[in-house]
């Protein structure tokens, strides 16, 4: 072997050592704060193996990721409202990139890796889930106000479709499908509030994902009377356009667009399940079973929800359909309540896409959807609602505090009704009345 050969082997051992410790790159990271969970992400330049622990006193979670290179400052991280006090990296002698979070709160951790999408390349996730959870407590005070009034509020649960590492579709012009369903969202919430006897949620409230499965157990837990999920359509052409609304089948979807969008749609559900580990997806198998036996029935009274938001929307411009369309969405998939998926437009035509971005055309979209909700609960009210209340009573009825002397036929004849009326109202047995107590006074 030649002096020169063996220089060039040298040099070349050396090129291929330093080839081997170049890692894959984590060139980006983001955070995003959610109610129930933190999600903290790293991008990387390639599908990468990690390793997830927690290491006691201090309470601190470790990240190994192998072989990689750290090309961005996770210091720069807003950790506001996350239960992470503070991360620092380091480089481990075998080449693994080692992330250290140092902990406020005892989180449950769970990590997987997402493949790149429209947006991003691929990801390693990390989710810590709070263990007291913020939005049971929320959920709770609310249980418990309505348990408090005798009538209670028709409760809309209003869900953003996608967000957070989920962008949904993107238009032409760049326009984010989470984007526009948050908007919609937020308006609709606020629009329903404002009604008397409805009371709306929304499933996310910032720029976070939600498994699709988890909105709709945000919705029983909600007690929902409806629940509600807003998307914009995309399709592999720009022509098509307009609204649709679907309601929930249980044979799949209707039509040949209806079932590319199921399939597109649940898609999504990938992102929270790719490799994920979790300890409560256990029983995913029996919910899943028990859940197509029970959803059969609240197909009906979806499919008239939607019938009447269809209606209002086709007063705002085009329909894309103008009939309900049934398809086999995931995020649908609610054993009791009945639900609905409203497309507000295609995201994949130019038109809609810079309508869907206009205050103004979100405003009378929302309003269309709104007065379709409204329609339907006033023609098929809940029992125990407000609404049901009234319509039984025919109209109008008022709040009466009782004062010292006040006995149920004075009272009656007061108010031009009969003491029978008063006593069934306010489900009331026998005569006796206490000072304080409110009740109902029917219209005459
Ligand atoms: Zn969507």
């Avoid at 051992?13 to 890692?23: D, F, K």
């Avoid at 103008?322 to 995201?347: N, R």
């Avoid at 031009?416 to 219209?443: A, F, M, R």
Wanted: no cysteine; charged share 25%.
């Amino acid at each position: 072997m030649s002096a020169r050969t063996t220089r060039f082997l040298a040099s070349l051992v050396l090129i291929l050592a330093t080839v081997a410790q170049a890692g894959t790159p984590v060139d980006n990271a983001r955070i995003w704060p959610a109610t129930d969970h933190t999600r903290l992400v790293l991008e990387t330049g390639d599908s990468v193996e990690h390793r997830l622990f927690a290491l006691e006193s201090p309470r601190r979670l470790v990240i190994d990721v192998e072989q990689a290179d750290l090309e961005t400052n996770l210091g720069t991280l807003n950790l506001d409202d996350t239960p992470i006090r503070q991360i620092r990296t380091g480089r481990r002698q075998n080449g693994d990139l080692r992330v250290v979070l140092d902990m406020k709160e005892d989180v449950e951790p769970r990590s997987f890796l997402l493949r790149p999408n429209e947006q991003y390349g691929h990801r390693l996730v990390v989710d810590l889930m709070d263990l007291d959870n913020t939005r049971d407590q929320e959920q709770k005070a609310v249980l418990e106000d309505q348990s408090e009034s005798k009538r209670r509020d028709v409760i809309v649960v209003v869900d953003a479709g996608h967000g957070g590492e989920d962008p949904g579709a993107i238009g032409p012009s760049g326009t984010q499908e989470k984007e526009v369903t948050m908007a919609l969202s937020q308006r609709m919430v606020e629009r329903i509030d404002a009604m008397e006897g409805f009371q709306a949620y929304l499933t996310r409230k910032d720029d976070y994902y939600i498994g699709l499965r988890k909105r709709t157990e945000i919705a029983r837990d909600y007690n929902a009377d409806l629940f509600v999920s807003v998307h914009a359509d995309a399709f592999r052409s720009p022509q098509p356009r307009g609204a649709s609304v679907y309601a929930l089948s249980t044979d799949g979807a209707s039509s040949e667009t209806a079932r590319w969008l199921a399939e597109s749609e649940n898609s999504a559900d990938l992102i929270g399940g790719v490799g994920g580990v979790s300890l409560k997806d256990k029983d995913e198998m029996l919910a899943g079973v028990l859940l197509d036996l029970s959803m059969t029935a609240s197909i009906e009274y979806s499919m008239g929800v939607g019938s009447n938001v269809l209606d209002q929307l086709d007063s705002v411009g085009k329909l894309h359909k103008s009939s309900v369309e049934q398809a086999g969405f995931a995020v649908l998939k609610s054993p009791d309540i009945p639900s609905i998926l409203v497309e507000a437009g295609f995201i994949s035509n130019p038109t809609d896409e810079q309508k869907l971005t206009r205050a103004g055309h979100q405003k009378r979209i929302v309003d269309a959807m709104v007065d379709g909700i409204d329609r339907h609960f006033r023609s098929s009210p809940p029992p125990g609602t407000l609404i049901a209340h009234r319509q039984r009573n025919g109209g109008e009825e008022r709040e009466y505090e009782i004062r010292r002397g006040d006995t149920l036929s004075a009272i009656a004849r007061r108010n031009q009704v009969s003491v029978q009326k008063l006593k069934t109202v306010n489900d009331l047995n026998g005569e006796t009345l206490h000072i304080g107590e409110v009740i109902s006074i029917p219209s005459s």
